[in-house]
């Protein structure tokens, strides 16, 4: 099925609350110590704001790699983000399975904050190429 212009502004706004609303949810994980679940939400809220530049741009996939291999392909590699963002993405996108599937990874409030710095700087520069 094909979606409407509309349906598609729609999807496109309710992932991009979903990202900043799990961007609270980083801010508030690192406040009580849950560092591991901080950068699993890291990875997430990039992941919808991804989502949300994918479905304006009519690519549709579930697959979390593909979405990855879709962003490098279309604006890192053509230069249309800085590579910077494209390295967090996949760094972020790292640690998440590392603490879901590695019961010995441990992270600690550094990385927790550095994700977080990250994941700021990638919603502020892809919330522009959606805007534009």
Request: glycine share 4%; no cysteine.
């Amino acid at each position: 099925m094909k979606l409407t212009e509309s349906n598609r502004l729609d999807l496109t706004n309710l992932n991009i609350e979903k990202a900043y609303e799990t961007q609270k949810e980083v801010k508030f994980l690192i406040e009580n110590k849950y560092y591991a679940l901080a950068l699993n939400r890291v990875y997430y809220s990039m992941f919808y704001i991804i989502s949300a530049l994918a479905i304006k741009n009519e690519f549709s996939t579930s697959n979390h790699y593909q979405l990855i291999g879709w962003f490098n392909k279309n604006f890192v590699k053509e230069g249309r983000i800085n590579r910077r963002i494209g390295k967090m993405v996949y760094k972020a996108y790292e640690q998440r399975a590392k603490s879901d599937y590695n019961v010995l990874q441990k992270y600690n409030q550094e990385d927790a904050m550095e994700g977080l710095n990250n994941l700021n700087e990638v919603l502020q520069a892809v919330i522009k190429l959606i805007e534009n």
